[in-house]
């Protein structure tokens, strides 16, 4: 590519030409391909666990999955800090290079490492470090490419051009369902199931003594997407090696005005830092569980509380990614011409005002006979005092309360219910229409028995009450038996509904990048954007479903723990609708005093 003239790097409204557009055209390609990699873990780990973690005992798999959750979320941020200071000191194009090698050999090393039966400890101690370095890396990959794209763009179409980054996070986890999907069914129909392998390494064998077989995939057929990446690697490393650096970049560098220490003047100074402040809390934050509700907790709401079986949840949501992906371009587009921050709020608020009533037409849509029973009054009577607040994002805590062990039962179940106080010390019970099943002690003696006992009594009056449980026959939850089985009125409404919730996310992330590049000036542009981005949407997003869950537990309505994304949107609202600038789009991104 040929390198631009920098006398022209400020008049910015020309349109853009044919190679700056393969500039950015490129840098989405590329970014696509690092989201993939970090999805496959997400979407295949509790296969990766089974091959890696179930064989150690319980405390030492609850640390392992502790780091696993750390490294997916609460690592991002350290590398937005890492790869946002190298972005500042030695230039965006090389730092993104940088991730991408990165996460692409990291993922690929996942598909090649053997599992505990090979290595023993070594193996999962290895790949939750490759763990880790994929969430480093992508903290430090989504604001070089912003930046990157943003700076090559015409002003006046800037949040259109960066909102082809925004598309890549959704087109990465499509891209990633559908690898998955197809790579499951080839192997599954193609390869024989395989023994399931114990702590020892030997088969698990059922009661009449032959072994316990899994499906081809879940034993060593997961592994052909990681390996599979290698390709993506290539191709991306590739095209990105054609790119130039950003004009905005080389103008600072060849003025001698980049910053010599990035971390300390975006956030060490209070003129930069409440700009970080007030991206997180009144951008970001809103926009993180706006994106994680639509997406991922559309997602796990679909399969974990409707009852959809993971084949057609993941059908259905991919149908809605296809269908719902063209937003990301249209908001970022209007943002040129409106503004970014009317379109991020607006999508915050409605999100806030329509979740109850979306959510509960999902579950009448996809599942009728649930829905159904969710009408019957089911009531927990227990001491306050016994009832906790279940909050358990990595699956490690025990709940050993009678009220808990009650609560958490419906909660998995998807039945709604309501709590009545009981005296102190009372042994919490549960109502369903007329019986009553007592709950029980999680630390007494024989717990182990009275858990069968209760679990076996409630599932009776349950499935009395219509809840389609275990066993239950229910021909009216939504069922696709291949990828293009969606042409039915349920499979449509399914689909209509959660590309409903896929255009809220594209409101509120299409235009995200420019209007987070804009408020912070070149020389700590990078830094700058990417910690408040990765807080938001590793934090706020991240603990988004343990938090809905716990809050659904607590309170008894499966719909509950939607007030979580729903009250940090408001809030987003009212923080951006009081502290984000307007008209930031007008501005030019290379004007550099330092002062914003």
Known sequence: MANMDLSAADTRARPMTREERKVILASSAGTIFEWYDFYLYGSLAATIGAQFFTPFPEATRNVFALLAFAAGFIVRPFGALVFGSLGDLVGRKYTFLMTILIMGLSTFLVGLLPSYYSWGVAAPIILIALRMLQGLALGGEYGGAAVYVAEHAPQNRRGYYTSFIQTTATLGLLLSLIVILSVTGFVNNNYPDQPQLDAAGQAVLAADGTPVMIKAFAAWGWRIPFLGSIILLLVS???????????????????????????????????????????????????????????????????????????????????????????????????????????????????????????????????????????????????????????????????????????????????????????????????????????????????????????AALGDALKAAGYPLAGVENTSIIKANYFFDIFSGQKLGVIVILTYLILLVTMVYGPIAAQLVELFPTRIRYSGMSLPYHIGNGWFGGLLPATAFAISAQTGSIYAGLWYAIVIALMTVVVGAIFVPNGTHKKSIFADDGSR
């Not at 970014?340 to 806030?352: E, H, T, V």
């Open 237 to 455: 490393l590739y095209i990105r090696l054609q790119m130039n650096e950003s004009p905005a970049f080389q103008k600072i560098k060849a003025e001698g005005a980049a910053s010599k220490a990035p971390l300390r003047e975006a956030f060490g100074q209070w003129r930069n830092a409440k700009i970080a402040l007030i991206a997180l809390l009144g951008l970001t934050a809103g926009q993180a569980v706006v994106w994680y509700s639509g997406q991922f907790y559309a997602l796990f709401f679909i399969q974990n509380v409707v009852r959809v079986d993971f084949y057609t949840a993941n059908v259905m949501v991919a149908w809605s990614l296809i269908l719902g992906t063209w937003g990301f371009l249209f908001f970022g587009s209007l943002s040129d011409r409106i503004g970014r921050k009317p379109i991020i709020l607006a999508g915050c608020l409605l999100a806030a005002i329509t979740y109850f009533p979306v959510f509960k037409l999902l579950t009448e849509t996809a599942n009728p006979m649930l829905a159904a029973a969710q009408e019957t009054t089911v009531t927990v009577t227990a001491d306050p005092a016994d009832c906790s607040f279940q909050f358990n994002p990595v699956g490690t805590a025990k709940f050993t309360n009678s009220c808990d062990i009650a609560k958490a039962y419906l909660s998995r179940s998807s039945v709604n219910s309501s709590t009545v106080d009981a005296p102190a010390g009372t042994i919490a019970t549960v109502t369903v229409g007329d019986i009553v099943i007592p709950s029980y002690d999680g630390t007494a003696e024989d717990a182990a028995a009275q858990k069968t006992a209760f679990e």
